[in-house]
């Protein structure tokens, strides 16, 4: 009889043992992610990084024409200042090229003092013109 017993308490145990594991699987998730959750994950953090990376690139391309911009307006204020400041009889058109920009003035009567200045970018040749009055 013991040996009986004890079968039928090894079959009640593994009873018991199955429904607490069914009762576990429909109580709470295994604790990880599907395969459609972790693509859906990948694919929203590969956009974003696109996207940062689309926007420091552009960043990078402004910031290195805002640079030139600087400086040939930088080389056209410091060559109208320098006519300001000469006597009228020696002012004279000319042209220079310093740090990949060209520049050229003219004078127009001894007063008209137009200067331009040019230089190249990613998008093509920017050029800009600066003007001013000089009193004799």
Same mark, same amino acid.
Do not use: H
């Given at each position: 009889?013991?040996?009986?017993?004890? %079968?039928?308490?090894?079959?009640?145990?593994? #009873?018991?043992?199955? $429904? *607490?594991? /069914?009762?576990?699987?429909?109580?709470? @998730?295994?604790?990880?992610?599907?395969?459609?959750?972790?693509?859906?994950?990948?694919?929203?953090?590969?956009?974003?990084?696109?996207?940062?990376?689309?926007?420091?690139?552009?960043?990078?391309?402004?910031?290195?024409?805002?640079?030139?911009?600087? %400086?040939?307006?930088?080389?056209?204020?410091? #060559?109208?200042?320098? $006519? *300001?400041? /000469?006597?009228?009889?020696?002012?004279? @058109?000319?042209?220079?090229?310093?740090?990949?920009?060209?520049?050229?003035?003219?004078?127009?009567?001894?007063?008209?003092?137009?200067?331009?200045?040019?230089?190249?970018?990613?998008?093509?040749?920017?050029?800009?013109?600066?003007?001013?009055?000089?009193?004799?």
């Amino acid at each position: 009889m013991r040996k009986a017993a004890g %079968i039928g308490a090894k079959r009640v145990a593994m #009873r018991t043992c199955g $429904m *607490r594991r /069914a009762r576990t699987a429909l109580r709470s @998730p295994s604790g990880g992610f599907t395969i459609l959750e972790l693509l859906v994950a990948t694919t929203i953090l590969v956009v974003g990084v696109l996207a940062l990376v689309t926007t420091s690139a552009g960043v990078a391309r402004m910031s290195g024409a805002g640079a030139l911009q600087l %400086i040939a307006v930088a080389a056209a204020e410091s #060559r109208l200042e320098t $006519m *300001r400041a /000469a006597p009228c009889g020696t002012l004279a @058109p000319g042209s220079s090229s310093a740090r990949g920009v060209r520049e050229q003035w003219s004078v127009v009567g001894a007063v008209d003092v137009t200067d331009s200045v040019s230089f190249e970018t990613t998008a093509g040749t920017r050029t800009f013109g600066l003007r001013t009055l000089v009193k004799c």
